[in-house]
């Protein structure tokens, strides 16, 4: 185990936070899985959920321990072959999404000879981000033309956003968002940044209208749903989200302050998705408010390791790989609490290491693998200043001994010198030898 330990590298912080979430998930997934485990005449015995889990976990911290060995600038040539593939995944999404609990969900596809759902919009997130991350760097000497990024930068972003958004607009728009923030810590001209945020308003609204203009239409299916949830929230309207909403507060509210405790939590048992978008409610009702404060500490906690990493990055890219990776998965998690305490309408996003979910889990641990890669490239960094200089001094240790016998070596000659001209002198004149003496 010590020996584990010490190949881990990088930021010892961001592993810690991130292992403490990890093990903290397995008890709130594993009282919230029970509703799962009664369906379909289930047993209601969730030990399998639980080792499902521990599954997802342990093969995701097998790829953070990879990714993170992997030097972290060839992911600059990896994002631009990883991008077209991403966009047929996300075109076969859209063409043959699986539907699983009655429910359209043409966000995932189903992995042949596996049979585990993969949500090909968490990994377009991850290559986009990466891809734009790549082009900002390049271009940080010179100043990009507005037609030339157009066409290299933003092209790519608003296609993948156009393969997103009909089925998933809170992913879209989170994308959207950090894309945008990236630009800007980037140094992207912010004149440049306000004509692409009316232009993404623009096509939104027009995307909009066509929704309304053919609502039969397969490729708008989702259209309704969203609209629908931001206007019941913004005029509390009555929905079809308002049960989940309602068993979620219900929760938040028995939870108290220190909480029903763990497993002993009774809305688990009607809240729908209560292992995934809606965990935070099930731990707030068995950790009370005590422990919610507590998770959204810890993530709190991360953000800031988050920032730290990206100020400590002597490069351009890597302060944006850890900008673009690792900020969106702290708002993801805000996100999702907001929407446990309504303060958000229904998204669907998850809270990251802790909601139960196999791709979703793997992402988030590819994110974090760059991001702990990025940190362990300036450690190395430092280490080899540090072995730098004191290779410089040993070195002036050296020269500074050599010198010294060498002036010890003069002196000497020197001493000898003066030496011989006194004794021939003193033999050249007798008398002022005796006087000497």
């Not at 485990?37 to 097998?62: C, E, P, Q, R």
């Not at 995307?207 to 929230?233: C, G, Q």
């Not at 292992?275 to 709190?300: K, N, P, Q, R, T």
Request: hydrophobic share 50%.
């Amino acid at each position: 185990m010590k020996e584990l330990i010490n190949n881990l590298k990088g930021d010892r912080v961001i592993w810690s936070f991130v292992a403490l979430l990890a093990l903290f998930s397995f008890m709130p997934v594993f009282s919230a899985s029970s509703n799962l485990a009664f369906m379909n005449h289930g047993t209601g015995n969730t030990m399998s959920y639980l080792l499902k889990h521990l599954a997802h976990i342990f093969i995701g911290f097998i790829i953070i321990f990879w990714v993170h060995k992997v030097p972290f600038h060839y992911y600059k040539g990896v994002s631009k072959i990883l991008l077209p593939i991403v966009w047929l995944l996300l075109a076969y999404t859209m063409i043959k999404g699986t539907v699983i609990a009655g429910a359209n969900a043409s966000r995932w596809i189903q992995v042949p000879f596996i049979g585990i759902t993969f949500q090909t919009s968490t990994l377009a997130s991850i290559v986009l981000m990466l891809y734009v991350a790549r082009y900002l760097s390049k271009k940080q000497e010179e100043e990009p033309t507005f037609k030339a990024s157009l066409i290299e930068l933003w092209g790519p972003v608003f296609i993948t956003l156009m393969f997103i958004l009909p089925s998933n607009f809170s992913t879209a728009a989170l994308i959207f968002s950090m894309v945008l923030m990236l630009a800007f810590v980037g140094k992207y001209p912010l004149k440049y940044i306000g004509f692409i945020i009316g232009a993404g308003i623009a096509g939104l609204l027009l995307f909009v209208l066509l929704a309304k203009a053919f609502p039969d239409s397969h490729f708008f299916s989702r259209v309704d749903t969203w609209t629908s949830r931001i206007e019941n929230f913004s005029t509390n309207k009555p929905g079809e989200d308002d049960y989940q909403i309602e068993k979620a507060k219900i929760a938040i509210a028995s939870g108290g302050i220190y909480g029903l405790g763990p497993g002993k939590s009774v809305q688990k048992h009607f809240l729908p998705q209560s292992s995934s978008d809606f965990i935070y409610a099930i731990i707030v009702e068995e950790w009370g408010l005590i422990g919610g404060l507590g998770v959204l500490f810890l993530y709190l906690l991360l953000f800031l390791r988050f920032v730290v990493a990206a100020h400590k990055s002597n490069s351009l890219f890597g302060k944006l790989l850890v900008v673009g990776l690792g900020f969106p998965m702290i708002f993801q998690a805000m996100i999702n609490m907001a929407v446990a305490v309504e303060l958000l309408p229904v998204t669907g996003q998850t809270l990251p290491l802790i909601s139960s979910g196999g791709s979703s889990i793997w992402m988030t641990c590819i994110a974090l693998g760059i991001i702990i890669n990025v940190t362990k490239k300036e450690e190395e960094i430092a280490e080899e200043i540090k072995d730098k200089e004191k290779r410089e001094a040993a070195l002036q240790k050296l020269i500074d001994k050599q010198l010294e016998a060498e002036n010890e070596e003069e002196n000497k000659d020197e001493f000898d010198q003066n030496e011989s001209y006194s004794i021939q002198d003193n033999a050249a004149n007798p008398m002022k030898a005796v006087l000497n003496k």
